[in-house]
C-alpha cells in the first residue's frame, strides 16, 4: 500500500476503532473527487470520522447540522445590505469550507436538502444569479438517519445519485467496544499529525487519472451495470453515472493499494457502496448487491 496512505488510515484508526475498511472507503470517495453518505444510528462516530479526515489532511472544516426550519441561506451564504456603503455584500455561509459535514441531512426539508446540489455538483453556489466559487478541494459528507425514525425527509433518488459513495460504520466488535468502555480512544482528532496538504490530495486526485484500467475490466463492469437493467431485479437501475463512479472508484482503489492498474478486486471492494444507495437497497445490506450479481469474468 502507498506508504502515506497507510499513516493517514493508521492515523484515523486510533479515533475510529476497527474500521479500516469504511475509511479505506473514505479516502476512496475523497480522492476520486466525489462526495461520502454515510447512513447509521445515531452515536456510531460519524461525525468524529469527518472532523478526523479533515484534522490528518489538513483541510478547514465546517459542521452544518440540519434541522427541519434549517433555510438554504444559512447553508450558501446571503446577500446583506451595507447602509454605510449604501450596496449588498455577500456574506459566505458555512459551505465555504473544504470538507463539509452536512449532519442529519434527512432531517431538513427538501428545498434545504437540494440547496447542496449545486455545490456538489459545480463546486459553485449561485445567490442572487450571481456565482461563488468553492475552495477547492472541495469534499461534503453528509450523515442520514435511518429513513424509519421520526422527523425525516427521505433524500430524492437524484439527490442520492450525487453521492459518489455511500457507507455504514456500523456497530464495533466487541474488542473496539471495550475499548471505548474503558476510554482508550482518548487521543482527539484535534491532535491527529496532518500529513498532507491540500496540495499534495490535488495531486493525488490527479494520479487517480492515470491509473491504467484494461478494457476486460471495463467490459466486466458494463456486465455488472447491465444486469441491474434487466428482468426488474431492481428498482432502480444503475445508470451510466453510476458506471463512471464505479470504475473510478475503482482506479481510487487500486491506487491505495499502490498498484497503477485495476483488477476486478477493485471493482468487487468498491461496487456496494457506490451501488446499494442508487439501487435502492438499505445502508445495513451492504455486500448485498454484489453477491446477487450472478457475473464472473
Request: charged residues 20%; negative net charge; glycine residues 6%.
Amino acid at each position: 500500500m502507498n506508504s502515506t496512505i497507510q499513516l493517514i488510515i493508521d492515523d484515523l484508526s486510533t479515533v475510529i476503532f476497527g474500521k479500516q475498511q469504511q475509511i479505506k472507503l473514505s479516502l476512496t470517495c475523497l480522492f476520486s473527487e466525489g462526495h461520502l453518505l454515510i447512513e447509521d444510528l445515531p452515536g456510531m462516530g460519524k461525525t468524529t470520522l469527518s472532523h478526523a479526515l479533515a484534522a490528518v489532511l489538513g483541510l478547514s472544516y465546517q459542521r452544518i447540522q440540519f434541522t427541519s426550519d434549517l433555510l438554504p441561506s444559512d447553508i450558501l451564504g446571503t446577500n446583506i445590505f451595507d447602509a454605510k456603503e449604501h450596496s449588498f455584500s455577500f456574506h459566505q455561509g458555512p459551505v465555504f469550507s473544504q470538507v463539509v459535514l452536512g449532519d442529519e441531512i434527512n432531517r431538513a426539508g427538501p428545498k434545504t436538502q437540494s440547496a447542496l446540489l449545486e455545490a456538489m455538483e459545480e463546486k459553485q453556489v449561485t445567490v442572487d444569479s450571481v456565482k461563488h466559487a468553492l475552495p477547492s478541494p472541495f469534499f461534503v459528507i453528509a450523515t442520514q438517519n435511518p429513513v424509519h425514525q421520526s422527523g425525516t425527509y427521505p433524500l430524492p433518488e437524484s439527490q442520492l445519485d450525487r453521492f459518489f459513495m455511500r457507507i455504514s460504520l456500523g456497530f464495533p466488535d466487541k474488542h473496539a467496544e471495550k475499548n471505548l468502555i474503558l476510554g482508550l480512544n482518548n487521543r482527539n482528532y484535534d491532535d491527529l499529525p496532518v500529513r498532507i496538504n491540500p496540495e499534495q490530495l490535488t495531486v493525488i486526485q490527479k494520479e487517480i487519472n492515470t491509473v491504467t484500467i484494461s478494457n476486460a475490466v471495463v467490459d466486466y463492469i458494463l456486465e455488472l451495470v447491465a444486469y441491474t437493467r434487466q428482468d426488474n431485479h431492481f428498482v432502480n437501475p444503475l445508470s451510466p453515472r453510476a458506471s463512471i463512479a464505479l470504475a473510478r472508484a475503482a482506479k481510487s482503489w487500486a491506487y491505495i493499494e499502490g498498484r497503477d492498474f485495476v483488477m476486478p478486486e477493485d471493482v468487487q471492494a468498491v461496487f456496494p457502496s457506490v451501488t446499494d444507495h442508487r439501487l435502492g437497497l438499505n445502508a445495513g445490506d451492504s455486500g448485498y448487491a454484489l453477491k446477487h450479481v450472478p457475473v464472473s469474468l
